[in-house]
């Protein structure tokens, strides 16, 4: 009897640390990185294109693995027209003239490529780099919080009408088509008169469009820019952006789930780029606050910072936040990782600190490694009350301080790295800084 019991205890042991190892953090019994992505895109050789894609897509059109398409300038499917790509098709973007690919509002993109045959966007130039074409736009009719319910992308697009770059409107159920195991490189294109390209922008994207196992690498604007809409995100890694990972604005209501951003302080843009940034709005006047406020539920996120010596890399300025939290946007995140970070979390100081406005941000069951403090409001470094409140043993929060090879299973693998957190990582400590 006694051995039984010391062998159901080891049993229950096992158990429970194998579970602690999926409970924060990116999850999955395997690492689900492996065969789709690929973390050293310039490696690849994707051939020369044999199709040209260009002006209106305005019937159904598929594009198929056995030829490699050019995109030459701004291609719009438009007319409800449904645009299918074939798993293991590989569409290149033209340096030349911004090559980029427009979903209007109306019609469909079905890109629904395998684990073992990704669809891959990239650049054509030999050598490649951030920002060499535009980005893939997926535009949808489902609500946003501007007045008029309806906005429009611009970035100096050449659309035969209007209505090719509109978004927004009243159908929460929109219905935008496939985007699953896709990767898009080296985009976000920077323009002198609209800023940069984002690599894949998703605007009143409604709650039928499924978006899953899609990376973004090396992109010179946003990696996922979310504008509006009521969506669901899973499985999604942007590596290695200059601008934010994540970024959620005009009223979003989106859930993201078990997804990845791996920062690096070495590539980050001078404006000092964040994993998620969450915002209501960046002009007051344009927005109706009778409408929902940009809301982001996340959970099992793994949001690493990737430093030689991250304790230098602060002191010289190269590291900032994880996640920037604007006024008037709510967020509640959990189970989710956040390591190498200075802070982990920025609050704008327009929020002001009470009951309300933290019932609107919420850190529940947490691990916060190696960042150099934790949550701050802006440009106040006295961060006690918000440090005690998010403490608090109620919110499961965990505050650690290992580097990364002891915290996450593989991160130096150049090919095939994994990010989950190691079994029984997750002990609790008090509240650490990194030392100056």
């Known amino acids: ?76 499917v438009t007319d409800s027209a449904t645009l299918t790509i074939e798993p293991g098709t590989v569409i290149i973007g033209d340096f030349k003239t911004v090559g980029s690919l427009i979903i209007s509002k109306g019609a469909k993109i079905i890109a629904e490529g395998t684990e073992t045959d990704p669809i891959v966007f990239t650049s054509n130039r030999s050598v490649k780099k951030e920002g060499d074409w535009g980005g893939v736009f997926i535009l949808g009719d489902a609500p946003i919080n501007k007045y008029g319910n309806s906005s429009s992308v611009n970035y100096g697009l050449k659309p035969s009408s209007f209505e090719s770059i509109s978004y927004g409107g009243s159908n929460v159920n929109s219905d935008s088509g496939i985007f699953k195991y896709v990767r898009i490189e ?32 090396y992109s010179d604007g946003n990696s996922f820019n979310i504008l509006g ?43 000092g780029s964040r994993s998620m940034f969450i915002a209501s709005y960046e002009r007051k006047d344009e927005v109706d606050f009778s409408k929902k406020t940009t809301f982001v539920n996340a959970e099992n996120m793994t949001l ?30 959990s189970k989710s990782v956040i390591s190498g970070y200075n802070p982990a979390v920025i609050i704008d100081n327009n929020v002001k600190i009470n009951a309300q406005n933290l019932e609107n941000i919420k850190f529940t069951d947490m691990y916060f490694n190696n960042c150099k403090g934790n949550i701050f409001t802006e440009h106040n470094s006295n961060n006690a009350d918000l440090e005690n409140w998010y403490g608090n043993s109620l919110f499961f929060n965990v505050y650690s301080k290992g580097d990364d090879a002891e915290t996450f299973i593989d991160v130096k693998n150049a090919r095939r790295p994994d990010f989950r957190l190691r079994i029984n990582k997750i002990i609790a400590s008090n509240v650490v800084d990194i030392e100056d």
């Open 1 to 76: 009897m006694k051995n039984f019991t010391q062998t159901l205890c080891l049993f229950l042991l096992i158990v429970c640390g194998s579970y602690a190892q999926q409970e924060k953090g990116i999850t999955g019994k395997d690492n689900w990185l492996n065969n789709w992505t690929e973390f050293r895109p310039n490696h690849i050789d994707t051939g020369e294109p044999t199709q040209i894609l260009s002006g209106n897509i305005t019937q159904d059109t598929k594009l198929t693995k056995r030829d490699t398409y050019l995109l030459l300038g701004s291609v719009f």
């Open 186 to 217: 080296f985009a976000g294109r920077r323009t002198r008169d609209y800023g940069y390209f984002n690599a894949l922008t998703l605007a009143g994207v409604g709650i039928n469009t499924i978006v899953e196992n899609v990376m973004v690498s």
């Open 229 to 271: 809409g009521e969506l669901s995100l899973e499985k999604l890694v942007s590596f290695r952006s200059k601008s934010n990972d994540y970024e959620f604005n005009y009223g979003t209501q989106c859930h993201i789930s078990n997804s990845l951003a791996i920062r690096s302080p070495y590539v980050s843009g001078s404006n």
């Open 304 to 333: 690493i910072n990737v430093s030689d010596n991250l304790a230098s890399d602060i002191k010289v300025g190269l590291v900032k936040e994880a996640i920037y939290i604007a006024d008037n946007a709510k967020i509640d995140i």
